[in-house]
């Protein structure tokens, strides 16, 4: 770090700053947060006790990220209510973490691995348990030496005979680039192997999704769906969900959503080695209204079990940009 800058902000909170607080009043009253600037216009707020998910992300002043009727509720409810679709009294914010055992659909699986004698199958929930799992925060603050405002945590998600699975989430944003790094390790803690499966679903919302929002860099089938269905506000919409294969898109160029009214992008860029998917989820249903870019892995029961001690990495990066006039 410049000493000449340090001579004029010590603790650098002219420039960057993130702190811990508790919210006390509302849905979400008692749940910590992590909230977080940088000098370039990139804030967000990362949702401690709920998986360590970013909760809302903003450029410039502008909001990205999405924000749902439950307002990022605290106790959440129990994935499992619901007959397993107690995920849509949670979901909420711009990035929810969707595994780490299983995606999608509620469904009975085999957990004979496991070795309880009388446990033999499980009905896991519509995606997972993670997104409610509190993290144990491993460290966080603006870093002089390196430049970066960071976050890191573990997120544990286990079960008496049954999985073990552990989290280790880093997120950083330089303090003069506006780059923001999310990496996670993956790591079965248990002693049995156990499934994997993990969405990172990426959710945009108003102002920056709107009708004038553009697409690039999906492949061109679905880009041709995008355009003959805008992001406009409909009272019977419900959701449409596509699906394709990572391999089917650039490996480092970004899919970029760009707002031309608002003059600022947002390209994302993610490890293809462990998420070979990527989903698009148009929710465009009035007081919803979202748009989901989704990198992802195989449901769990199409790849093996990951073994006790063995560990997964992924990595996603989001870059804003903006015209500097608006």
Known sequence: MDINLLRKTPDLRGVA????ATLDDGPGRGQRILIARNATGVAFEVAVDRGFDIASLSFRG??????SPTQMRFPTVDPGSEDGWGFMRNFDGFMVTCGLDHISRPREIDISHYNHPHLKTKKVPQHGRISTEKARLVGYGVDPESGDVFCEALVRQASVFGETIELRR?????VF?????????ITNR??????????YHLNYGYPFLDDNLEITGLPEHLSAKMVVDPPV???KYGEKVDVVESNQLPQTAPILL????LGIS?????????LPKLAVWRAYQSGVFALGIEPRTDAAENHPLVQPGESISHSLRLVMDGERSR
């Open 62 to 67: 502008i909001n990205i990220g999405w924000h």
């Open 258 to 261: 760009a707002n031309p009214a």
């Open 177 to 185: 680039e506006s780059v923001l790094d999310i990496n996670d390790t």
């Open 233 to 235: 506000p409909d009272d």
């Open 170 to 174: 880093r997120i950083t944003v330089r």
């Open 17 to 20: 700053d993130i702190r811990l």
């Open 266 to 274: 947002v390209g994302l860029t993610y490890s293809h080695a462990h």
């Open 190 to 199: 248990g002693f049995a192997p156990t499934h994997h499966a993990i969405i």
